[in-house]
T-cell receptor
């Protein structure tokens, strides 16, 4: 079983607030991913990292930013939350070499 | 064209039916292949890996055809608990450290009593 943790699990926040979604893993995996997923819809990659100090934007344009200062952590930040950011955010990790990806339980964000 | 494409679905089948999902991928040099299952409002979880020789796990059989760049998942004797979205997943050759895993859009399955 993978050890990947996302906090908070649920967040309701007002428009304009700054928020950081946490993703932590204890497996030492180099690759980490952030996906955005609306109910009944497909996963959209918004950011990924292939190691410390490396981050790339994903396929879906996002107003969020990420950092990868340590292997274990890959936080995602929204400087000013808007109702359009309401969604589920899923973090995943993967070891180098093309193995399977492991997901955290997700953060369900609601911006009111 | 998307890098990974799947049957659009949804599939609505009666209990006990056999159902097959198809997936195609565009990068002929792709390295590894998987099927994931995602329940409603949950995270995706690995269902099974897919090998060129094919593999079977109970009622589930996965096949890979590299020449046709095609992956399939067969579920026999469908159960109500099989209702979920099934995601086809492909990893590129990983020749560079920044190659990333690719998830298909998913195919929704509802097994009806």
């Amino acid at each position: 079983e993978a050890d990947i943790y996302q906090t908070p699990r649920y967040l309701v926040i007002g428009t304009g607030k700054k928020i950081t979604l946490e993703c932590s893993q204890t497996m030492g995996h180099d690759k980490m991913y952030w996906y955005q997923q609306d109910p009944g819809m497909e996963l959209h990659l918004i950011h990924y990292s292939y190691g410390v100090n490396s981050t790339e934007k994903g396929d879906l344009s996002s107003e969020s930013t990420v950092s990868r200062i340590r292997t274990e952590h890959f936080p995602l930040t929204l400087e000013s939350a808007r109702p359009s950011h309401t969604s589920q955010y899923l973090c995943a990790t993967q070891r180098q070499g093309g193995t399977e990806a492991f997901f955290g339980q997700g953060t369900r964000l609601t911006v009111v | 064209r998307k890098e990974v494409e799947q049957d659009p679905g949804p599939f609505n089948v009666p209990e006990g039916a056999t159902v097959a999902f198809n997936c195609t991928y565009s990068n002929s040099a792709s390295q590894s292949f998987f099927w994931y299952r995602q329940d409603c409002r949950k995270e995706p979880k690995l269902l099974m890996s897919v090998y060129s020789s094919g593999n079977e796990d109970g009622r589930f059989t996965a096949q890979l055809n590299r020449a046709s760049q095609y992956i399939s998942l067969l579920i026999r004797d469908s159960k109500l608990s099989d209702s979920a979205t099934y995601l086809c997943v492909v990893t590129p050759p990983m020749k560079t450290s920044y190659d990333k895993v690719i998830f298909g859009p998913g195919t929704s399955l509802s097994v009806i009593p």
